[in-house]
């Protein structure tokens, strides 16, 4: 029923949304615990740089990726030229552009589960000679374990579905940055392309399907006793 085109696009877009999840995870937790606990000027600055791509066009946030990682751009010169790590027209692009439009999402789950922990369960490990980084992760993300299995899954969700800020920054590139929105774009773009876009929509149907179902049954899971909740 797919072409090798298809069977291509369906495992990069699996590819890049793992690998987007996966890579800004801990700097999402770590973002979120500064936001939920942290006390610092500017916080509110912060908070808003965070959840930006939410509100910005995804256009822009792709121009704004290639400006700032592009070949020529000084970021992207020096990480190509010193650890060969190029992004724009790569797969590591379409990943890098899922992983900071699904930032927000992640950060902001993992956030309200920190903020739902009482404190003085943290104060209280604290005041029997823990170290803070131990407190860190032998109490507050077990205790917070349902946020970020919830915002890992729907940042995945949302690698799953990017596309204005992947086709800004990497193009629309067959069988190396071609995910399954950008390939349902070439369908409706080609004339007798309605059943290939078909085939693609329902496969992004049912992924996106079952990550939530996915999300549901790691809450579940995270929230029993003795595992985080």
Same mark, same amino acid.
């Given at each position: 029923?797919?072409?090798?085109? *298809?069977? $291509?696009?369906?495992?990069?877009?699996?590819?890049?949304?793992?690998?987007?999840?996966?890579?800004? !995870?801990?700097?999402?937790?770590?973002?979120?615990? !500064? !936001?939920? #606990?942290?006390?610092?000027?500017?916080?509110?600055?912060? &908070?808003?740089?965070?959840?930006?791509?939410?509100?910005?066009?995804?256009?822009? $946030?792709?121009?704004?990726?290639?400006?700032?990682? =592009? #070949?020529?751009?000084?970021? @992207?010169?020096?990480?190509?030229?010193?650890?060969?790590?190029?992004?724009?027209?790569?797969?590591?692009?379409?990943?890098?552009?899922?992983?900071?439009?699904?930032?927000?999402?992640?950060?902001?789950?993992?956030?309200?589960?920190? *903020?739902?922990? &009482? *404190?003085?369960?943290?104060?209280?490990?604290?005041?029997? @000679?823990?170290?803070?980084?131990?407190?860190?992760a032998t109490v507050t993300l077990p205790l917070?374990?349902?946020?970020?299995?919830?915002?890992?899954?729907?940042?995945?969700?949302?690698?799953?579905? *990017?596309?204005?800020? $992947?086709?800004?920054?990497?193009?629309?590139?067959?069988?190396? $940055?071609?995910?399954? %929105?950008?390939?349902?774009?070439?369908?409706?773009?080609?004339? @007798?392309? &309605?059943? =290939?876009?078909?085939?693609?929509?329902?496969?992004?149907?049912?992924?996106?399907? =079952?990550?939530?179902?996915?999300?549901?049954?790691?809450?579940?899971?995270?929230?029993? %006793?003795?595992?985080?909740?």
């Open positions: 029923m797919f072409t090798a085109q *298809e069977w $291509t696009a369906i495992a990069l877009s699996l590819k890049v949304g793992a690998i987007a999840t996966v890579a800004s !995870l801990p700097v999402a937790i770590a973002v979120a615990w !500064l !936001l939920a #606990r942290g006390r610092f000027p500017g916080k509110a600055l912060v &908070d808003g740089l965070v959840h930006l791509p939410l509100v910005l066009p995804p256009v822009v $946030t792709g121009w704004l990726l290639l400006l700032t990682f =592009g #070949r020529r751009a000084p970021i @992207g010169a020096f990480l190509a030229e010193h650890f060969g790590l190029v992004f724009s027209f790569r797969w590591t692009g379409a990943a890098l552009a899922a992983a900071v439009m699904g930032f927000p999402l992640m950060v902001r789950a993992i956030r309200l589960s920190i *903020e739902a922990i &009482d *404190e003085r369960i943290e104060q209280a490990a604290a005041s029997l @000679g823990a170290p803070p980084l131990w407190v860190f917070a374990a349902r946020g970020i299995a919830a915002g890992a899954v729907l940042a995945f969700a949302k690698a799953l579905g *990017e596309f204005g800020a $992947t086709i800004t920054f990497v193009s629309n590139i067959p069988g190396q $940055t071609q995910t399954i %929105p950008a390939a349902i774009y070439t369908y409706t773009q080609t004339p @007798g392309g &309605d059943f =290939g876009a078909l085939k693609l929509s329902l496969v992004a149907a049912v992924l996106a399907f =079952g990550a939530l179902v996915a999300s549901e049954i790691a809450v579940r899971r995270a929230g029993r %006793p003795g595992v985080g909740g």
